[in-house]
């Protein structure tokens, strides 16, 4: 009886193995040209080098290798290796696995981009990229020290502008942390400020420190405020040193986050195999999407060798349940991360044109940047449309433009990507003219 139980488990693998080739060639067959098929059935390499800082949004990735995802598409050398910082990212990013580096990586959306212009590479030396996927929508924080609790700042920042100026009237430095300049983060604290009448350039000092250093660093008193990703503004609450002032989502609602970023050069070589990248991340994040999952979620991103942290200070935020530490409570909010529904996981080209848009507004880029082109380069839209088609992803979750049109902001402010320089122009602190 045990034999045929085995035989019947081994054709349903076999089966289900046969699948995932068919779904993966009917995908590069749909998004790449046909010569790309001259290698044979299989993806051309097993191999492929994926970078992740501590940060819940990387979850898509975690969850891909612990279910193993990625075999199931051929690519059963996976490696998800740990990134010190948003620098170390960028320097093994441009590295490249076959020099010790990453081939792609769990990433800030406006990062691909300054890689692949050569802005934030050694020499400026471009690395050209590609991202294949958003990998989530908001549930980043915006965390203050204790010390201003009592201000009441929340989303709207201004009551921070007197503490924070009588702070440097008394010859101390006021500093606001976040993980990377031009990074998400970076664009959530300068919006947030600058909405509050604070010029993050004058008003205070904006200082990089990596996500998983931010509690500490506040603890000792190094910086207050920082924006990061969760898990750390809610680790902050417990330990009692600081209060979220406010969630991302309460900035921009359902706004873009990470992204799958990719070498341009390793997908060309392996169309096959970065499809098999993609898909396998993209049924990690409909597994990540579903509420019942969230407690084995938090379990395992939680472990030694991913996060090092209790899952308790994961799976609140996660579940919607929002400790604010300044004595709000939310429970059920719809400002949690979201990984799928609804088309979470497709890269908008509007989206990324706002932070490209974001970054000129503070001197990162040039004013006279030609977006179009270089989204037209960097979003690989196309080979996402194909792998939800080939996972079988239902039409709801398949946007049907490359555009999701105008996104209006907390403070009234409206971004139509279809006129950026209008969008610039109601902004009252900003570098550019």
Excluded at 1 to 20: E, F, H, P, Q, Y
Excluded at 186 to 199: E, F, K, N, Q, V
Excluded at 226 to 249: K, R, S
Aim: overall charge positive; some cysteine.
């Amino acid at each position: 009886m045990s034999r045929i139980i085995d035989t019947a488990i081994g054709r349903r693998n076999v089966l289900k193995g046969a699948t995932a080739t068919t779904a993966l060639l009917a995908a590069a067959r749909a998004a790449l040209p046909a010569g790309a098929f001259a290698q044979g059935a299989g993806p051309e390499t097993k191999a492929v080098k994926l970078g992740f800082i501590a940060l819940t949004d990387a979850a898509p990735l975690i969850v891909a290798k612990e279910k193993k995802l990625f075999d199931k598409y051929g690519i059963t050398e996976a490696e998800v290796a740990k990134q010190a910082s948003w620098g170390t990212t960028r320097d093994n990013m441009v590295l490249g696995s076959a020099a010790g580096g990453i081939d792609g990586a769990h990433i800030l959306t406006p990062f691909p981009y300054l890689i692949s212009l050569g802005t934030v590479t050694a020499e400026n030396k471009p690395t050209p990229m590609y991202i294949l996927a958003r990998l989530n929508y908001q549930c980043q924080g915006i965390s203050v020290s204790n010390e201003f609790k009592p201000t009441g700042a929340k989303a709207d920042a201004s009551p921070l502008k007197e503490a924070f100026a009588r702070k440097k009237a008394a010859g101390k430095e006021v500093k606001c942390a976040m993980t990377f300049p031009g990074g998400t983060h970076d664009m959530w604290l300068r919006y947030w400020l600058a909405a509050g009448g604070i010029d993050p350039d004058k008003d205070v000092s904006t200082i990089v420190v990596p996500p998983a250093q931010m509690v500490a660093n506040m603890k000792v008193g190094n910086m207050d405020a920082f924006c990061v990703g969760e898990p750390w503004n809610d680790q902050l609450v417990h330990q009692d040193i600081g209060y979220t002032a406010c969630t991302t989502g309460e900035v921009w609602k359902d706004h873009p986050e990470k992204s799958l970023g990719m070498r341009a050069d390793w997908v060309d070589k392996n169309p096959k195999a970065a499809m098999g990248v993609l898909m396998a991340v993209m049924e990690a994040q409909q597994w990540c999407e579903k509420t019942e999952n969230k407690d084995e979620m938090a379990a395992i991103i939680g472990k030694r060798q991913w996060f090092n942290v209790p899952p308790a200070d994961i799976v609140n935020r996660i579940k919607g349940d929002i400790d604010y530490g300044d004595g709000r409570k939310v429970t059920k909010s719809d400002l949690l991360m979201k990984f799928w529904n609804g088309g979470v996981s497709y890269p908008y080209q509007s989206h990324e044109l706002w932070f490209l848009t974001e970054n000129q507004r503070w001197g990162k880029l040039p004013a006279d940047l030609d977006t179009k082109a270089i989204i037209g380069k960097v979003n690989r839209e196309d080979l996402w449309r194909a792998a939800a088609k080939s996972i079988g992803s239902a039409d709801a979750d398949i946007p049907k433009t490359t555009s999701r049109g105008k996104e209006t902001f907390f403070d009234g402010k409206v971004f139509d990507p279809a006129d950026p320089k209008a969008y610039l122009a109601s902004l009252q602190i900003k570098k550019v003219a």
